[in-house]
Structures are given as structure tokens and as C-alpha cells.
């Protein structure tokens, strides 16, 4: 049974950092792209940033670019979010999510991510 676990999340001020972990299990790691999700009260869920597989191509959604940085370790079968600059809008469950199909690019995983093996999620809260 396929098992993603984020964990990192937590309270910080302003202007601080965080990273976030995403540990995959029950499946393989490698050959798959990832993401990383956000979703605030009251708000829909907001793609922040996606890695490849193969070539490790990222991609960032404008309201994160230059703060958030993904990267993944095949080896730990883990993805990270390094954030820095939290703003007080940045509070939100963080999600990763894994491609349900292997060997896809990431750009085919951003168009389909509805369809993907979702983590629990980690609560971020940035305090001003």
C-alpha cells in the first residue's frame, strides 16, 4: 500500500524557514515526479512546486519562486520543500503528492495531479 508522510511542518515568525519531508513507502520512489500542495482555510488546493524523475527539472508556482525550493533523494525516497521568507500568507496543510504513472515528464504530472497519491498533510503556520 503506497504511503506518503509529510513531516517539518510547524509554527515560525515571519521571514524564518522551514523544510519540509515527504517520505514515500509501499511503492518505488524513483521514476515517478512529485509535487508539493498547499491548501489554507476556506481556500482551494495550490500547486507549489514539481520535480522530474529522470532529469530533475523543477517547477514553481509564481507566489513561491525564489523563497520555496524542491529537491528529492531517491536514495531516502524522500522529497523536500525548503521554504524561506514565510509570510503570514503561507499558512496552510502542505501536501505532497506522488505521479500515479511511472516514468511520465513532470509537466504531464502538473496537468494530471488530481489523480495522484496524496499525503496526510503538514500543518505551516506563519506567525507576523
Known amino acids: 500500500q503506497v504511503h506518503l508522510e509529510e513531516s517539518g511542518g510547524g509554527l515560525v515568525q515571519a521571514g524564518g524557514s522551514l523544510r519540509l519531508s515527504c517520505a514515500v513507502s509501499?511503492?518505488?520512489?524513483?521514476?515517478?515526479?512529485m509535487g508539493w500542495f498547499r491548501q489554507g482555510p476556506g481556500r482551494e488546493r495550490e500547486f507549489l512546486a514539481a520535480i522530474d524523475w529522470l532529469d530533475g527539472r523543477t517547477y514553481y508556482a509564481d507566489s513561491v519562486k525564489g523563497r520555496f525550493t524542491i529537491s528529492r533523494d531517491n536514495a531516502e525516497r524522500t522529497v523536500y520543500l525548503q521554504m524561506s521568507g514565510l509570510k503570514p500568507a503561507d499558512s496552510a496543510t502542505y501536501y505532497c503528492?506522488?505521479?500515479?504513472?511511472?516514468?511520465?515528464?513532470?509537466?504531464?504530472?502538473?496537468?494530471?495531479?488530481?489523480?495522484?497519491?496524496w499525503g496526510q498533510g503538514t500543518q505551516v503556520t506563519v506567525s507576523s
Open positions: 509501499g511503492r518505488t520512489f524513483e521514476g515517478y515526479a
Open positions: 503528492a506522488q505521479d500515479l504513472v511511472p516514468y511520465r515528464s513532470v509537466t504531464m504530472f502538473m496537468e494530471t495531479y488530481e489523480s495522484a497519491y
